[in-house]
């Protein structure tokens, strides 16, 4: 099987929920994965963020990221990023845990990256 590294950069509700819904389906067939969130991104990371806004296709980030949480998908968020905007990891998803930037270019060595 291969190995995923999917980066989210923004707090677009499109973008995160072609990110998260791509992590879900390549997890589903038993690849690798791991995420990483960066800049605004990480406000994805939080407990309780309203994710239920549809896209144009009348899916949301909230169709996905309860399943990468429950299945407990590593996902990295950017530890400067994330203090930048006075979030901790007591703020974050279970599964969601602050990474460094040395940690998603190792990780990015080995997978085929997706950027959204």
Known sequence: MAEYLFILHTDDN????????????AHEKGHTINAFLVDDGVQWAIKGKNGSQKTTTGDCPADYLPYLEEKNVRTGVC??????????????????????????????????VFNF
């Open 14 to 25: 499109e973008k995160a929920t072609r990110c998260f819904q791509f992590a879900k389906i």
């Open 79 to 112: 530890a400067p990023c994330a203090k930048g905007r006075n979030l901790s990891e007591a703020d974050f998803l279970a599964n969601m845990q602050l990474d460094t930037g040395g940690n998603l270019i190792d990780k990015a060595a080995t997978a085929t």
